[in-house]
């Protein structure tokens, strides 16, 4: 693709799979040209390993690199390590956290999301999004009891499989487990194998997870408190060790078609006088009040209190829009995200957005809908930067084929899932990828 004429460089906000993709894609694009890529993490998340499936279904590996890795292989990128303190669209230039400012011909917006926390403030409540606040996880985790994990999406699914040696009570407000993945035929199958206890050997992961560790803790005492790290990818807990304190595999209660009603500190729920119930033991229907004295204490719509030593808050993302809105003029989704068109544009000129911040406004096709999963980061960022590059260059696009029908290929309890369409998904023995039936109490696909 023929070199636009030069206004100032393509810039691209967010170190993340959707930006990063996007940079790479404006890079190959525009070959002589200045692509910036504007992060405040100082490690980024590159695609690698990319394979073609079919032509809805992609799988690839998710490697999180020093930034120099990325201006290695494309001399044209320049990565700038800070947060962006303020945008001012019509001067069509960024402010960034390190006093500097940046000029852009085009820009593309892929800050990512935030953790939706139940409670902010709170000290025993924890989101997990990045890569230091799922090491923060481990750590409180190496002393606790037991646990409660709040919602029922990909993070959560991966927790309560992963965690042993912890007491867990997870609390959805579904009736099945992974409604958002496969149906209940599924989540039945997978209810059993989550039940039992954990015998195979726990097999390293095939997406490596590069880490600087010299690096990151610099830069954490440079960076504020509320700067977000991208993502984390697919494996983001094959480096971690979930272990509590405790020598056992699985202890997992699952709490359906409930919500959190209200958390208490421990000396405000003794003022209550209310009883909480002991961890229910497998197979046992009766009711047992808890006598131990916990941190925090948790009450469900359903009507049970449950002490844990902390809350897990997985319940979704809110688009990271904050650091952009000030003076500007977007059209915001329902769900907080940049309202973006068929083509990523948002409503102001000559930005896009794509990824977790963004939302995808235009008429959708009836098997397809946005979902904030690392397989759409990346087909939206790479989309995006078509669309950057054809208004460049005054050329037309058509929409991608990825958007006309939803597919994601993932992992949960080790079986490879097949998401095709919302809720329709195939579980694979990993080992031997033999198809389960309901005779055999797996799944019918």
């Known amino acids: 693709m023929a070199a636009a004429r030069s206004l100032g460089p ?6 993340g799979i959707a930006g990063v993709t996007c940079a790479e894609q404006l890079a190959v694009n525009f070959p002589t040209e200045d692509i910036v890529l504007v992060t405040a993490s100082p490690v980024i998340k590159a695609v690698t390993n990319f394979k073609q499936v079919s032509k809805v279904l992609e799988e690839f590996d998710v490697e999180e690199q020093p930034s ?3 201006e290695n292989r494309f001399p044209n990128i320049k990565v700038i390590e800070s947060g962006v303190k303020q945008l001012k669209s019509e001067e069509h230039c960024i402010f960034t956290e390190d006093g500097r400012q940046h000029a852009y011909r ?4 892929c800050a990512g999301a935030k953790p939706k926390l139940i409670c902010e403030g709170n000290p025993y409540v924890l989101g997990i999004r990045d890569t230091d606040s799922a090491q923060e996880f481990q750590k409180q985790l190496t002393k606790a009891k037991r646990i409660m994990i709040v919602g029922n999406g990909g993070i959560a699914l991966e927790l309560v499989y992963e965690i042993e040696g912890c007491e867990v009570i997870w609390a959805i407000k579904d009736k099945a487990i992974g409604n958002t993945f496969f149906d209940a035929g599924a989540a039945e199958f ?8 954990k015998s195979e050997a726990k097999i390293a992961p095939k997406r490596t997870i590069y880490t600087i560790e010299g690096a990151r803790k610099e830069n954490r005492s440079k960076a504020k408190a509320d700067n977000v790290g991208s993502a984390l990818g697919p494996d983001w807990h094959g480096g971690l060790d979930l272990k509590g304190p405790q020598e056992f595999s699985h202890s997992i209660h699952i709490e359906t078609r409930c919500e959190v009603k209200k ?3 421990q000396e405000e729920f003794k003022i209550t006088k209310k009883k909480p119930l002991a961890f229910p033991k497998h197979q046992d229907k009766s009711v047992t009040l808890d006598k131990e004295m916990w941190p925090v204490y948790v009450e469900l719509t359903n009507g049970k209190i449950y002490g844990c030593d902390f809350l897990v808050s997985a319940t979704g993302v809110t688009p990271n829009v904050q650091p952009f809105l000030h003076g500007n003029n977007f059209d915001l989704g329902e769900d907080g995200g940049l309202k973006v068109d068929d083509q990523m544009r948002t409503s102001l000129p000559d930005i896009y957005a794509a990824g977790d911040i963004c939302t995808a406004c235009w008429q959708p ?7 904030r999963l ?8 790479w989309y995006a930067a078509k669309c950057m590059a054809a208004a460049s260059l005054g050329h037309p696009i058509d929409m991608d084929f990825s958007f006309e029908l939803f597919a994601h290929v993932t992992k949960f309890f080790n079986y490879k899932c097949l998401t095709v369409h919302i809720k329709k998904c195939k579980a694979f023995d990993s080992a031997q990828f033999q198809r389960k039936t309901q ?3 797996g799944l019918c696909t």
């Open 263 to 265: 958390i208490y500190l």
């Open 68 to 70: 120099t890795v990325l």
């Open 439 to 441: 005779k055999t109490s």
């Open 365 to 371: 096709s009836p098997v397809w809908q946005q979902m």
């Open 10 to 15: 393509f810039v691209v906000v967010g170190g």
């Open 374 to 381: 690392w397989t759409q980061a990346r087909q939206m960022g």
């Open 190 to 197: 997978l209810t059993s194998k989550l039940m039992s206890e």
């Open 106 to 109: 085009k820009l593309c917006l």
